[in-house]
């Protein structure tokens, strides 16, 4: 199944300096096309961290990685000096498991680095060139930056009060996480608090917009619908989504509760089996 995560204002997905030139992939693999949907694991110093740029696999990038099924994360650069290159992780590597689980994608393996403890060995399952392989990560904690030393300085005479003026904070630009889902066909996010209750619901997955001709638009969803549940399963967030429609089987159409208007109704949706991505 193809599922995108974009990335929008300044969230970026850890593990070295930022602004460096990509690293050359691998001959014998196509290089990864240029897009919105490349990331880095955020983290601050001290911080766990391997030191990769990843993007999410679509059927383009499967088939260019020789992959069977559209899974896992791609490498898309490895830092200098970094975890990941001393296991010897390359570009266009095909990460499929961290320590024996299943990549989902991007969000979810981030939050498996995250919470692995500092000089832990994890074991990275990959696809190079079609090739299975299997790679011994030891993770690391990323640096914290050295301060300035700063001279002592001469104390300062007293001054004169300073009229008294308002400060007021600036606007300040915040980040966004959206995801393409192609077994529907739709663009979503997710929802919690002030947002969720404005919809109707405590928590769900909102379709920001439905693609022509898609499976979405064929059994009716539109922008703006709040999906709550597939088949009898709950859905908070896109990645929930994602997998469940991943687990679903079989040729029957799928159940989606949706909350539309602050009314509660259920969509029945055709998917075909490729695009569920089993």
Known sequence: MKTAIIIAGTFALVTGAAGQPPAPPAPSTPPA?????????????????IGVMMQEIDSDRAKALK??????????RVDPDSPAEKA????????LQYNGQRVEGI?????????????????????????????????GARRVSTPFAIAPMAPMPPMAPMPRYELRMPDIPRSFMTWRTAALGIECEGLEGQLAEYFGVKEGV????????????????????????VEDSKVATPADL???????????????TVMRDRKEITLSVAIEDDDRGE
């Open 33 to 49: 096309p240029q897009s919105p949907h490349v990331a880095r694991v955020a983290a601050g110093p001290g911080s766990s961290y």
């Open 242 to 256: 994602s997998s469940r429609l991943r687990s679903v089987t079989g040729s029957k159409p799928v159940p989606l």
């Open 206 to 229: 909102l379709v920001r917009s439905v693609a022509k001709g898609s499976a979405a638009e064929k059994a009716g969803l539109r922008a703006g619908d709040v999906i709550t549940r």
């Open 67 to 76: 992959l069977r099924e559209e899974a896992g994360v791609e490498v898309t």
């Open 107 to 139: 969000e979810q393996f981030s939050r498996m680095v995250h919470e692995t403890p500092v000089g832990r060995d994890v074991k990275l399952d990959i696809v190079r060139n079609g090739a299975p392989q299997t790679v011994i990560v030891k993770v």
């Open 88 to 95: 010897g992780l390359k570009t266009g590597d095909a990460i």
